[in-house]
């Protein structure tokens, strides 16, 4: 069962400008995090974000979270080429014993 | 340096055998997950597991089986049952504090094909 829903799937943007992609999920979470995966390769975490929290950032990364709207945003400042990844959101669901994904974002940054 | 391993990269498997896809973390996590990622798709959970010698199906477990027999091994193997296993494979493992899951460390993913 799918919990969470990233939008866009896909998002092509020129190097220096910001990127926003957004998760939507059903049911109350526990926290819910955010992950990078490069072509052929394993997930990297970028931020977790409690439910009790609104906001938080890491570097060049500000992740929000709406409980009243089960949404969360991930914006990336100031884009570089290797930022081209997917990004994939993943809620601890209260519901479940487990985490669930989404299906990701594809990110391309354009030189 | 600490870390989750997944071994072979590439694995190549005839139909009808089966074939085992190494896991191991020196972590020190308790739980341990298999995911199954299909070209352009999400992950979907396959089992996962909270402690040694204990084991849950995940969404898509039919066709797979794992062991959990120490706490840094978490093997899954792909039967001949399972109709399509040619996808990219993922191993992770994370703790849990207070009932809530913290981050999740990933290996670096087997690709199994089905000749």
């Known amino acids: 069962s799918q919990q969470g829903e990233e939008d866009p799937q896909a998002l092509s943007i020129q190097e220096g400008e910001n990127a926003t992609m957004n998760c939507s999920y059903k049911?109350?979470?526990?926290?819910l995090q955010w992950y990078r995966q490069n072509s052929g390769r394993g997930l990297v975490h970028l931020i977790l974000?409690?439910?009790?929290?609104r906001e938080k950032h890491s570097g060049r990364l500000r992740v929000t979270l709406d409980t009243s709207k089960k949404s969360s945003s991930l914006l990336i400042t100031a884009s570089r080429a290797a930022d081209t990844a997917s990004y994939f959101c993943?809620?601890?669901?209260?519901?479940?014993?487990?985490?669930?994904f989404g299906k990701g974002t594809r990110l391309h940054i354009l030189p | 340096d600490g870390g989750i391993t997944q071994s072979p990269k590439y694995l190549f498997r005839k139909e009808g055998q089966n074939v085992t896809l190494s896991c191991e973390q020196n972590?020190?996590?308790?739980?341990m997950y298999w995911y199954r990622q299909d070209p352009g798709q999400g992950l979907r959970l396959i089992y996962y597991?909270?402690?040694?010698?204990?084991?849950q199906k995940g969404d898509i477990a039919e066709g797979y089986s794992v062991s959990r027999e120490k706490k840094e091994s978490f093997p899954l193997t792909v039967t001949s049952a399972q109709k399509n296993p040619t996808a990219f494979y993922l191993c992770?493992?994370?703790?849990?504090?207070?009932?809530?899951?913290?981050?999740?460390?990933f290996g670096p993913g087997t690709r199994l094909t089905v000749l």
């Open positions: 992770a493992s994370s703790e849990r504090t207070g009932g809530e899951y913290n981050e999740q460390f």
């Open positions: 972590l020190n996590h308790d739980a």
């Open positions: 974000i409690r439910s009790n929290e």
């Open positions: 049911t109350s979470i526990n926290n």
């Open positions: 597991s909270q402690i040694v010698n204990d084991f």
């Open positions: 993943a809620t601890d669901a209260k519901r479940d014993d487990k985490i669930i």
